[in-house]
């Protein structure tokens, strides 16, 4: 029998970490992580109170990056939808702006819910939401900028011709909601798709118009699926077959495909074609729910995501809602509820099967303090604490193996479930031990197993919460993924964005990512922890591993300072 030979290396491991989170709330008022409030982000979008979800009609404009997201002004809990409104100069640090859209007409008194922007071709800026009116019924409304020379776009004007879009022939009025940004046609025509529920089932409605005013239904719509369920937050653009370059969504060409995303069963899930600009015809490489890998942005908590083209960097941004994992009491205690994901980097990977994400470069100002090794031997069943920081924040593991074991083909989700942390392997379980307790009562674990099939080998990836807390009440969820790697030669890499209590994780270089919420009562602050442990039979070699704390992003509710201090 062939011996079985196994190596990994650890290099470019970086654990960014953060000194303590001071998010600064009103002018000089600061809201930090402390005993009372020890779930606030360093680095991550949040309002300083309140509730959000939904990422809006994200756009670069006039230099400026523009975030509206679905917001309730009176609470924490889910209520009043309005547009909140930030802006940056460089997605890191941000200025909470006044609401840009309140629920005060007709057609959107029952609430402004989510939608897009579209950059006309004057350059102006149109946002397409949707309403919710007198009768409960989801209709599709148009708001203009006040003044399109100020780059704050501070004030919006909804204008008399709302509703553009009512609900049509065989679509549930309340199953009607979502407009994507808008694309134009090779004939002068824009085009955009609502989420909706036609017969049952998920559906992107198409539309088509002119002038961007006045809309008719297309006969078909662009997309739909009798194996799912209404789509929500629907999202079309397009990617480069080759290279990391964003388009703009109306970008066509042999060199184009396109991806369609829905949101569904409390995830985002996306799909890959090539679409006919003339015909509008969609035709998709393997169909929503087709095959049991089916695609996903993110495997974790994650939903409602949203992106845009970036002009200024030529790429494609992608934001999504993370929501809580705690309880409603909970939500009145923090006084707030609701994250985003960091602002993530999207394009088609080199195979072409799939999308790879990766956080903005921009997230890199931040570091400041650096702990870093070589050439550590990490045996089987062992683990090593990563100190003299403050175990809060970011982390980057790459990891080469040569032969690898067999195993049966399962779902990820349950196999993570079955194969967690402390079940040992040959080649792992591999990993991190984040926001941990110095005595391991709390931590939760991000990790691979390594699997080889018939024809290929499979990595798993699994961010198992199930000892993340001691309180009973909390999300406690085990997420899973596969990797597929190439046979003759696996490279196996991780990248953990630690913050508080949002933990997203990018295995494979970006090919797989899962984010999850953890609440620690004993693992806050400066008794956070961070490991390396390796609970598999053979030893791993750490050729390089990284470590910074960094500094807080400023996120300020003042415009008297029209650029955040960096």
């Keep these: 029998m062939m011996k079985i030979y196994g190596f990994c290396v650890f290099s470019f491991c970086y654990f960014l970490i953060s000194n303590g989170v001071q998010v600064a709330a009103f002018k000089d008022q600061r809201l930090r992580t402390n005993v009372s409030q020890p779930y606030r982000t360093a680095y991550h979008f949040q309002p300083s109170k309140n509730w959000m979800n939904d990422p809006n009609g994200p756009v670069y404009y006039k230099g400026v990056y523009h975030l509206f997201y679905q917001y309730n002004p009176y609470g924490p809990l889910w209520g009043n939808m ?147 369920i209404m789509w929500e937050c629907p999202d079309f653009y397009p990617v480069l077959v080759s290279g990391k370059d964003g388009l703009d969504t109306s970008v066509q060409g042999k060199d184009v495909r396109h991806v369609l995303k829905a949101s569904f069963n409390d995830h985002d899930y996306y799909i890959l074609g090539n679409y006919d600009p003339t015909s509008d015809r969609y ?132 196999l993570c479930k079955q194969k967690n942390a402390s079940m040992s392997g040959k080649f792992g379980p591999f990993g991190l031990l984040v926001l941990a307790s110095k005595d391991l009562t709390e931590y939760t674990a991000v990790f691979f197993r390594v699997f080889r099939t018939a024809n290929n080998f499979r990595v798993l990836m699994c961010a198992d919460q199930s000892r993340s807390s001691v309180r009973p009440e909390v999300d406690k969820s085990i997420y899973g993924a596969f990797l597929t790697l190439d046979p003759q030669y696996a490279k196996i890499s991780l990248k953990t964005l630690i913050d508080h209590s949002i933990i997203e994780s990018f295995g494979g270089e970006g090919l797989a990512c899962i984010t999850a919420r953890v609440y620690p009562e004993l693992a806050i602050g400066e008794q956070a922890h961070l490991y390396a442990f390796n609970n598999g039979t053979q030893s791993l070699s750490i050729s390089s591993l990284s470590a910074w704390s960094m500094k807080n992003a400023q996120i300020v509710s003042t415009r008297k300072r029209r650029k955040p201090i960096i």
């Design 82 to 228: 309005s547009w909140g409104h930030a802006i940056s100069y460089d997605l890191v640090n941000w200025v909470h702006l006044d609401i840009a859209l309140l629920e005060n007409e007709p057609y959107d008194i029952n609430g402004c819910f989510s939608g897009s922007t579209t950059i006309l071709q004057n350059g102006e800026p149109v946002i397409m939401y949707t309403g919710l009116d007198t009768d409960s019924h989801q209709v599709q409304n148009l708001a203009f900028p006040k003044n399109i020379s100020d780059p704050l776009l501070s004030e919006w004007v909804k204008p008399s011709l709302n509703p553009v879009m009512s609900p049509p022939d065989r679509v549930d009025p309340t199953q009607f909601r979502d407009p994507t940004t808008g694309w134009l046609g090779a004939d002068g025509e824009w085009r955009v798709v609502v989420g909706s529920e036609l017969d049952g089932h998920g559906s992107a409605t198409l539309y088509k118009s002119k002038d961007f005013r006045t809309w008719i239904k297309s006969p078909s719509p662009l997309h739909s699926s009798n194996k799912t």
């Design 283 to 414: 035709d998709v490489d393997v169909d929503f729910l087709d095959s049991k890998w089916s695609l996903r942005y993110d495997y974790g908590r994650f939903y409602a995501s949203k992106s845009f083209y970036d002009s200024d960097k030529k790429r494609r941004i992608l934001w999504s809602w993370v929501n809580e994992g705690d309880t409603d009491s909970d939500a009145f205690i923090k006084g707030w509820s609701g994250l985003q994901t960091i602002p993530r980097s999207i394009w088609l990977s080199e195979n072409g099967d799939q999308l790879v994400q990766w956080p903005v470069e921009e997230l890199e100002k931040l570091r400041t303090q650096k702990v870093h090794f070589e050439n550590e031997e990490l045996k089987g069943g062992s683990m090593i604490e990563i100190s003299g920081i403050t175990a809060s924040q970011i982390s980057h593991l790459a990891c080469q193996i040569s032969k690898m074991l067999s195993a049966e083909v399962v779902d990820p989700q349950a």
